[in-house]
């Protein structure tokens, strides 16, 4: 483990952002391998199921972590202010309601490593949506996800140019 007491916190996000710029470069190599040496249908849904997994066993690891006092939508807000998301990415969450939530990415880590490298855009939704739904659904099954815009589109009039995405996060009653 490091020894973040040691650590400045600004070391200590460094090193957690160059970690995730690894994990990021990692996912990219992933994805192109499969898809030129497996079958289309078979590399998509082994990427889908990697994601289901990765999202769930993220939202099984914060239990130890969040309070289990919380409940309905403030705790899937607890819990994304905990995960990856909020440690690497510029992410905004708002309460709507005491069933929903809007989650907006400004500055997505993955679209910029796409730019970097030369891609006009890192086409996610697939991925995003399911990986969103795997992790809120460990928490609490009933939720539901639903994407407003997602790259390509642009998030358009009265939201900030590097806005890069925007979800609303429901639990059905």
Not at 25 to 53: I, S
Not at 70 to 83: A, N, P, Y
Not at 116 to 122: A, L, P
Not at 126 to 155: C, G, H, M, W, Y
Request: proline share 4%; glycine share 4%.
């Amino acid at each position: 483990m490091f020894p973040i007491d040691d650590w400045s916190k600004e070391r200590v996000h460094n090193v957690m952002l160059d970690l995730l710029y690894s994990f990021n470069y990692v996912w990219f190599r992933m994805e192109e391998w499969m898809k030129k040496n497996c079958p289309e249908e078979m590399a998509h849904e082994g990427l889908m199921q990697l994601t289901d997994e990765f999202g769930a066993y993220e939202a099984k690891r914060l239990e130890k972590t969040v309070d289990d006092k919380i409940e309905g939508i403030d705790r899937l807000i607890r819990f994304l202010e905990h995960s990856h998301w909020a440690a690497f990415e510029d992410v905004y969450i708002t309460k709507l309601s005491d069933t929903s939530m809007r989650m907006v990415t400004r500055g997505c880590t993955s679209q910029q490593a796409a730019k970097k490298w030369g891609m006009e855009y890192y086409d996610c939704g697939d991925v995003s949506l399911r990986l969103r739904l795997a992790f809120l659904k460990q928490i609490n099954p009933k939720t539901t996800v639903k994407p407003l815009f997602l790259p390509p589109e642009t998030a358009g009039e009265g939201y900030p140019a590097d806005t890069s995405c925007e979800w609303i996060i429901s639990i059905e009653e």
